[in-house]
């Protein structure tokens, strides 16, 4: 069982930035490979970047130069900074985690989900 809370999201205007925290209770947190992505209206989720149990992160190109996903072990939380955003970015973001300790980059791969939180950016 892994329990996950996103937050930080909210309102920016284009080219500033938030720092997306996913909060993981359960399981064992470095027992677990998480992921981020976002979804657009009536679109399936996107994947963004993921964070491995030994510490390998990836992100997806969308993502490279302006996003970072972190890890803090320690207090067992999951974190995206996302910088210069644009108005495409707007979505709702979410965290989630399999049961490996090695990452995917498909949605359907992660069992469990936080809620998700809104990020809206306008220009």
């Known amino acids: 069982q892994v329990e996950l809370v996103e937050s930080g999201g909210g309102w920016v205007q284009a080219g500033g930035s938030l720092r997306l925290s996913c909060a993981a209770s359960g399981s064992s947190f470095t027992s677990n490979a998480m992921g981020w992505f976002r979804q657009f209206p009536r679109k399936e989720r996107e994947f963004l970047a993921y964070?491995?149990?030994?510490?390998?992160?990836r992100h997806d190109d969308s993502a490279k130069g302006r996003f970072t996903v972190s890890r803090d072990n320690a207090k067992k939380t999951m974190y995206l900074q996302m910088n210069s955003l644009k108005p495409e970015d707007t979505a709702v973001y979410y965290c989630?985690?399999?049961?490996?300790?090695?990452?995917?980059?498909?949605?359907?791969?992660?069992?469990?989900w936080g809620q998700g939180t809104q990020v809206t950016v306008s220009s």
């Open positions: 989630a985690a399999r049961s490996t300790p090695w990452g995917s980059t498909r949605h359907a791969e992660y069992p469990y």
């Open positions: 964070s491995t149990a030994g510490g390998y992160m």
